[in-house]
């Protein structure tokens, strides 16, 4: 089991809690509308409890569930309060019409994440490879993740797997901006060669 805290509100931050939930984790939600933060935890029930914005959170994992241009100005925010934590980035750098990414092409919103976290917390990209929509049907998927720190990557792994989900490394911290990438690609495969958005990306090892 693990200790998750989630920052946001969204549709991801209620999806991953109600997967984290129902895989025995203890959850705490995060955000700015403490009233939000209620509800949230409320409707996802077991426990779930509401933080408050800006203070130390709770879990050992920390679930960036914000808009990606919000991620990094909310870490550094939170400064030493998330000192030692795994900070989890599930966010993707997307234009304003999902075409292209905002960051530089050798740049991430992971790794502009990890320039502003403090010493001690680890940033571990993961879920950004998965819709939303399709991670709340409860199927078992496939997460993509990149990080520098193995013990982070294991940590995150454990959490995935908790969840009924298949974590795959894909490396360094410096993938992410490839995983931002693929998330782009999913994007063009929605609109034109799948028609629609109800799938997702995997890696099937059979022969």
Known sequence: MSNISIIGLGNMARTIGA???AGGNAVQVIGRDAAKAKNLAEALGSGTAAGTFGTAPAGDIVILAVPHDNAAPVVAQYGDA???KVIVDITNAFNSDATGLTTAADASIAQEIAKVAPAGAHVVKAFNTVFGHVLAQGRPLDVLIAGDDAQAKATVSAFIKSLGLRP????SLEMARWLEGTGLVMMGLGRYGAGNFNFTLGVNTSA
Not at 168 to 171: A, F, I, K, R
């Open 82 to 84: 998330l000192a030692g």
């Open 19 to 21: 997967r984290a939930v």
């Open 168 to 171: 795959l490394d894909t490396g």
